[in-house]
């Protein structure tokens, strides 16, 4: 008999195999599904659906960049052990280079059905948790850190500099890497102050407020004691301001500055992307 795409479908929907396997298993059944559903079974093909409902809280970033285009990506898995095999590294590898070779925006068919073939291998839930993509211009360079051999925190940064003939120093580029490392470090909630929500700078301010009214100050004191403090909540949550991760006496700005003057042209940290496994995304 023929075998229809809405037949691929059903038994695709009932074992979570992948499309291919199912046209073949049923094709070998001669359309009966219950014969096809066990010969997915037998093949392991069925093991994803078994699977898909096991939580996945442990995984691996991964990163992965092309011409201007830098992405940053979590695979989720349900252990720690599985984050670390090398099966499931390879997918993670190849599943971030095909998202920015075929330009996705959301995990497609293909994609699922990699990842389904890998847990029909490994045995174990997975899922492509997110991804997100970091542009540079051509006047600047990216460096990217993954942390550790467990690869639970990973980070990609663009640094430009106004001569891209800087770019190609190696003082350079050992601050690029530095300042991914630093962001995985200290996993910073913005670039600058200039980048921070202003609602969220009001109601930071509103708060100090609060808290130095308390003191009872005159109101010209407590203006100060409100600038201290937000001056002070910057350096905490905003990348150009935190104490540079090499030498945290100084802010990653002054280091730039410093690198800057040393190049002879002005260096500039455009933009970052910093994941963690699990993270609220």
Do not use: W
């Not at 300042?179 to 913005?190: G, I, K, M, Q, T």
């Amino acid at each position: 008999m023929a075998i229809t795409a809405a037949d691929v479908k059903k038994l695709r929907d009932k074992t979570g195999a992948g499309m291919m396997d199912c046209k073949n298993a049923l094709t070998e059944a001669e359309g009966d599904f219950a014969k096809a559903e066990r010969i997915l079974k037998e093949l392991g093909k069925a093991a994803a659906a078994k699977r898909s409902g096991r939580a996945t809280n442990e995984g691996r970033i991964f990163t992965h960049t092309s011409g201007n285009t830098g992405l940053v990506m979590e695979l989720a898995c349900e252990t720690d052990f599985v984050a670390r095999n090398e099966t499931f590294v390879a997918l993670g590898e190849t599943l971030a280079r095909e998202i920015l070779e075929r330009n996705l925006t959301e995990a497609d068919e293909t994609l699922e059905n990699r990842i389904k073939e890998a847990i029909s291998t490994i045995k174990e839930n997975m899922s492509l948790r997110r991804f997100s993509r970091i542009e540079k211009k051509d006047n600047e360079i990216f460096a990217s850190y993954i942390h550790g051999d467990s690869g639970r925190l990973g980070c990609i940064v663009a640094l430009g500099a106004e001569d891209p003939a800087a770019l190609e120093r190696q003082d350079v580029k050992d601050f690029a890497f530095d300042c991914a490392l630093h962001a995985v470090a200290f996993r910073p909630s913005y670039l600058s102050e200039e980048s921070v929500d202003p609602a969220y700078l009001t109601e930071q301010k509103e708060i100090f407020m609060t808290q130095a009214r308390n003191m009872d100050k005159p109101e010209k004191v407590l203006q100060g004691i409100v600038q201290g403090k937000l001056k002070k909540h910057m350096a905490e949550i905003c990348f150009l301001d935190q104490g540079f991760v090499k030498d945290e006496k100084k802010s990653v700005a002054a280091v730039a500055q410093e690198l800057s003057k040393a190049a002879g042209t002005a260096l500039s940290l455009s933009g970052y992307v910093v994941y963690a496994v699990g993270e609220e995304a």
